[in-house]
């Protein structure tokens, strides 16, 4: 800002008098001395001050990681136009929700980046951004809040803004007051505006664009695109001043939405609370009194000399307006009104059994709970819907299958009687009391698979194509994949990724894994059944058969006699309950002969039984007992082709021909034949029975896999330990024996758990577990295990997101690795031999070549590095090069105090990991991850070798000139000797460009300085080095991208760096 500006608007010179008390008591180091020193430059104007002291000094805000990084980016001088910025970013801040979310992570990338000010096109970017978050937060809380039933009155004028539409709510109890007519007409008025504006800049956005491709070739247009800049400018500063103009209205605006939202969500706290929404609640019995009430209104009353700015502040109160039982009405603040409501157990009588969600008879409903108040373990609840009714007067009543703690009297208020206050338990509830307790105990229903619970709709504007926006001018400009900060992207160019590469070289084709369609429901002919049901026996045998199979017989006889007579008997009226009871009791007894028959045979053999048994007890028996084993395998094909022999057609199951059981029907139905099954197994066995054993398998398994913790720590003692007993068990498997997939898991997550094993035996361990087929076609593992390791252990073993992850293929598709895919990789990792049971130098190639350079990877690691405590220290060589600069940063310095994440052996382990990735880098072709491995290890290496940031001592790992010289854990090299090979290969690309300014950062980068505490001028010296590192990332890529990185991948490659061998 000139000086001729600030005269005009001197009231942008001086500091209000808060701002100036928090920055003298917190100190010239403080945010707020920082933040004063910006607005004394007339940059922050008072009304912003305002709202920016009264944010710090807030203690309970400033606890909140989203304000603490909005007042460290302001201090670092991030925004370009910080009145109107802070102002929005605060807005989301106070809003919760998904707005607060998104301006949170947005804060964390702008303060822990590296560079000045935003660009002004990323910051209009940020903001219309953050606008929209605003906006879609108060969307979503009005329609959750009041059970979808909030209408938005859609405005379908063309030249009308959509801010008032969403807030002009019908509810049924809610007196919303709308947003103010002025209010709208002047948010309109700015719209239309802007609106304008933006029609008549995009034509001349899009002749930019055309005239900058024609530049290299007819220099003649350079004047056009001068005029067309400064044309652009003009616009982009009117459409700037009409949002600041528009600021004090959309300040008005936000704080009627969080009037608003208090309101909502004061409603959905009634409701968690007490069981009832006063939204849409209007006839409420209290039991306790017996006596009802009746809810007129629930309205929002501001209190004018509060700011109502923050939810979480008083400004507002919500007020409920009912009749009590004497019809005498009254008026409650909702705090009191809900103590009311709780002491007296009260109940909605409006709720219907259609509003409570997946209600019927047999359903399953779960919760999480604490064993007791003071202890954090929480237990699994669960309780069945036993059966739905009338009683003689007409009430509908819900009887459970055992009684269900309702409410704790640790929940009652204090205020109530020691003789009243005790736990409420029952068994048998109203629909509102069923309500009532599944809200207030978060019981949800199991849900199927197939049938998911629907999420509510959000209404769109039919005018949606006309929202208001910033200017788009850079919305085509390259950023760069895997830099997290997010800044001055749109001046870096794009680099090319592996030369030749269209998709994923490692994925197999689209086609070849998206398979749909073809599908049978696996009928037999009659020849074929009784030559798949004929046995031969010896002569021997025949006398102990003969007498097995009698007693075999009678029971069967007796269990068809039995269900014959009871199923027609549950026809007549007074033997009904007896003849179910009877039906029911002569299954039970078969299934448990079964059961018990089955107790001496192998895993195995109780899985050939599904696939092969032409009785439905058996199969009840078998499915019983593999699920309490947590050894069922929902993806045997076999399984499903015999279940579909007791089925109706129906509720057949489609069988792929391909054998691929995650195949799909179609390409717009996308179940597979897993998800027919829970509607197959329950018309046969009953509502409930799938998901009772697919809980129970999935528990078991997960119990089961965690025992193995002790044998993995019994081979800790052992020299390759896991890796030996790992080994043994892969080649039982491929030898046709019976490997326990709890036991393989389990030893699989104790290594990756416990920091066992090297990268590469976990990597093949897990990949031939899901994917090696025996001669049986069995595998050691299902695919969805992968689902479960990956959940369990992503935070520890990062890599994880790049082998689940959706990948783009060859042929132009996505679609997340599959089978087919790892079974490739298997081959690559076998190296060509069926029989082998150890990781090769295949699966150590695949891993540097493919997965590292990954951005799921990529991303994965910046995020788990930021809590590097958490990863194996002698895992740190695999981590660090792929991550981006400033987590690199990060990763040196202390983590609490002065310990650091790691071993001075594990940083110093890191040399040999950066000089591998990119002497494959540079291999491959990828030009993109290269310079980034680039960047990365000249931040690395300056900070382990005392030269980058000389002044913080040990705030950062330092190695000393000991370790520099002493070979790494991984190679026979000293990180020195690798060091000299990197740096002389970076020093010959960067003269091979001949940048002169770049040349100068790396000369000064490679200069050591003396004692900078004492000499003035090495303290001068260091300062110019230490923004030499800052500048280098940014200059150099600029510098490379000039030719596409070609000179810089020869020399690379050509640098014959030394790597790391297997």
């Not at 502040?313 to 004497?326: F, R, S």
């Not at 996308?670 to 027919?676: L, P, Y």
């Amino acid at each position: 800002m000139t000086n001729q500006e600030l005269q005009k608007d001197p009231a942008k010179l001086s500091v209000i008098p808060e701002l100036q008390t928090l920055a003298n008591n917190g100190g010239q180091n403080s945010e707020a001395y920082a933040i004063t020193q910006l607005a004394a430059e007339g940059k922050i104007d008072q009304k912003a001050q305002m709202k920016i002291a009264k944010t710090l000094g807030n203690p309970n805000k400033m606890k909140s990681k989203g304000y603490q990084y909005l007042m460290k980016s302001i201090a670092k001088n991030k925004f370009g136009k910080i009145s109107s910025t802070v102002t929005s970013l605060l807005d989301a801040l106070s809003m919760g929700g998904k707005a607060e979310e998104f301006a949170t992570e947005e804060l964390r990338k702008i303060s822990a980046s590296e560079y000045g000010p935003m660009s002004s096109l990323n910051e209009k970017k940020l903001l219309k951004n953050v606008s929209e978050a605003i906006e879609e937060q108060i969307k979503l809380e009005a329609i959750q809040s009041t059970g979808a039933k909030a209408n938005a009155v859609l405005d379908k004028n063309e030249n009308s803004s959509r801010l008032d539409s969403i807030l002009k709510l019908e509810i049924d109890n809610l007196k919303v007051p709308n947003m103010p007519a002025d209010l709208v007409k002047k948010l309109d008025e700015y719209g239309i505006k802007e609106y304008e504006l933006v029609k008549k800049a995009l034509p001349k956005y899009k002749q930019l664009k055309d005239l900058y491709a024609q530049l290299e070739s007819d220099p003649t247009v350079k004047s056009k695109i001068d005029t067309l800049n400064s044309e652009l400018e003009k616009i982009e500063e009117q459409v700037s001043n009409l949002r600041n103009e528009a600021q004090e209205f959309r300040d008005e605006q936000i704080g009627y939405f969080n009037m608003v939202l208090k309101l909502l969500r004061d409603c959905e706290l009634t409701k968690s609370e007490v069981g009832i929404n006063p939204a849409n609640t209007e006839n409420i019995f209290m039991r306790e009194e017996i006596s009802k009430l009746k809810i007129k209104k629930v309205s929002v009353v501001k209190d004018e000399d509060k700011s109502v700015g923050d939810p979480t502040e008083t400004g507002v109160e919500i007020l409920i307006t009912y009749v009590d039982k004497n019809g005498k009405e009254q008026t409650a603040d909702s705090l009191v009104f809900r103590k009311m409501l709780m002491a007296a157990d009260a109940e909605s009588e409006d709720v219907r059994i259609e509003d409570i969600p997946g209600l019927k008879e047999g359903a399953v409903y779960q919760t999480s709970q604490l064993v007791d108040p003071n202890s954090t373990h929480k237990e699994l609840k669960k309780f069945t819907v036993k059966r739905i009714y009338q009683d003689a007067n007409g009430q509908t009543l819900i009887e459970l299958d055992k009684p269900v703690l309702k409410t704790s009297k640790n929940k009652l208020p204090n205020s109530m009687d020691d003789s009243v206050r005790h736990d409420r338990v029952e068994q048998t509830y109203t629909p509102g009391g069923f309500f009532k307790l599944i809200n207030t105990n978060d019981y949800r229903p199991e849900k199927s698979p197939k049938n998911p619970q629907i999420k509510p709709t959000i209404l769109k504007n039919d005018n949606a194509n006309n929202k208001r926006k910033f200017l788009a001018g850079g919305a085509n400009t390259p950023s760069i994949n895997g830099n997290d900060e997010g800044q001055n992207d749109d001046k870096l160019p794009e680099l090319d990724g592996p030369t030749g590469v269209r998709g994923r070289p490692e994925a197999l084709q689209f086609d070849e894994v998206f398979k749909a369609g073809d599908m049978t429901f696996g009928e037999r002919n009659v020849i074929e059944n009784i030559w798949m049901n004929t046995r031969f026996l010896s002569v021997g045998d025949l006398w102990e058969m003969g007498k097995s199979m009698y007693e075999y017989y009678i029971r069967r006889f007796e269990r068809r006699q039995k269900e014959k007579y009871s199923t027609i008997g549950q026809e007549l009226p007074f033997f009904a309950p007896e003849m179910r009871r009877v039906n029911q009791s002569a299954e039970t007894e078969q299934v448990q002969q079964f059961i018990d028959s089955f107790d001496q045979k192998g895993v195995y053999e109780i899985q050939d039984r599904l696939r092969l048994t032409t009785n439905r007890d058996e199969m009840k028996a078998a499915f019983t007992t593999l699920t309490n084993k947590g050894q069922m395998r929902w993806d045997d094909i076999s399984m499903w082709n015999n279940l579909n022999k007791f089925l109706d057609d129906s509720k057949k199951i489609p069988i792929p021909k391909n054998g691929d059981p995650y195949t799909v029907v179609s390409k717009t139905d996308k179940r597979n034949g897993m998800e027919f099954m829970k509607d197959a197994i329950d018309s046969i066995w009953g509502e409930g029975s799938y998901n009772d054993w697919y809980s129970k398998n999935k528990s078991t398994f997960r119990s089961n896999s965690q025992g193995y913790a002790e044998e993995g720590k019994e081979l800790e003692n052992l020299d390759g330990g896991h890796r030996r007993k790992l080994s043994f068990l892969l080649k039982e498997h491929k030898e046709g024996r019976y490997v326990d997939p709890h036991e393989y898991e389990g030893l699989i997550i104790h290594a990756i758990d416990n920091g066992k094993a090297g990268m590469e035996d976990k990597l093949y361990y897990m990949i031939a577990g899901v994917a090696y087929e025996n001669d049986s076609g069995r595998t050691i593992l299902s695919m969805d295990r992968m689902a479960h390791i990956n959940s369990e252990m992503l935070g520890k073993f990062p890599i994880l997101d790049y082998i689940c992850a959706s990948v783009k293929r060859k042929d132009g598709g996505s679609h997340k690795f599959t089978k087919d895919d790892y079974k490739q990789w298997l081959k690559y990792f076998d190296q060509g031999d069926p029989t082998n049971c150890v990781p090769t130098q295949g699966v150590h190639d695949y891993l540097w070549r493919y997965i590292l350079p990954s951005d799921e990877t990529q991303n994965r690691i910046n995020k788990a590095l930021r809590d590097a405590e958490r990863i194996d220290h002698e895992d740190l060589y695999v981590y660090v090069p792929p991550a981006t600069e400033s987590v690199v940063k990060n990763m040196c310095q202390a983590s609490a105090g002065n310990k650091k994440y790691a071993t001075v052996k594990g940083y110093a382990n890191v040399f040999p990991g950066f000089s591998k990735y990119l002497k494959e880098l540079s291999e491959a072709g990828n030009k993109k991850k290269l310079v980034e491995g680039i960047k990365s290890y000249v931040v690395y290496a300056g900070i382990l070798t005392n030269r980058f940031e000389k002044a913080k001592g040990d705030s950062y790992q330092r190695l000393d000139v000991n370790t520099l010289n002493s070979r790494t854990i991984m190679t026979p090299e000293t990180p020195k000797q690798l060091m000299e090979e990197m740096d002389n290969a970076i020093k010959k690309i960067v003269y091979a460009y001949g940048d002169r300014e770049l040349i100068e950062m790396v000369e000064k980068m490679y200069t050591k300085t003396g004692n900078i505490e004492l000499d003035p001028d090495e303290r001068k010296k260091q300062q110019d080095i230490d923004y030499a590192f800052q500048a280098f990332g940014e200059k150099f890529h600029q510098v490379v991208g000039s030719d596409g990185g070609e000179k810089m991948i020869n020399i690379m490659a050509s640098a014959n760096l030394t790597g790391m061998s297997f």
